[in-house]
């Protein structure tokens, strides 16, 4: 039987040429036009975790991330769901049977 081969060393940049990315990164310039403006969720996000910081107790109420586990009821419904096929997004306009 065939050993595999060993796959190659990565290799690591020279050292004058890690000082002139460091060099580029540090003086590159984006125009005005490409600034990012800030997130709204994200701003609260911040709020929240800076209170809970403080020792405040504040309830997760974003996307994705409840307190509370999902009830089984739905939890089964959902794994039928997918068992049938049903994995792709649903349509913007949503599904008229719902």
């Known amino acids: 039987s065939k050993v595999p081969a060993k796959p190659p060393a990565p290799i690591a940049p ?3 040429d890690a000082r002139r ?28 975790q800076a209170l809970r910081a403080a020792g405040k107790d504040v309830i997760n109420w974003h996307i994705g991330r409840p307190d509370f586990d999902t009830p089984a009821h739905i939890k089964a419904s959902a794994t039928a769901a997918m068992a049938a096929g049903h994995v792709h997004y649903a349509p913007t306009a949503g599904i008229p049977a719902l």
């Open 14 to 16: 020279r050292p004058r």
């Open 21 to 48: 990315s460091a060099r580029r990164a540090m003086t590159m310039k984006f125009a005005a036009r490409m600034a990012i403006p800030g997130s709204g969720i994200r701003e609260v996000m911040a709020k929240a």
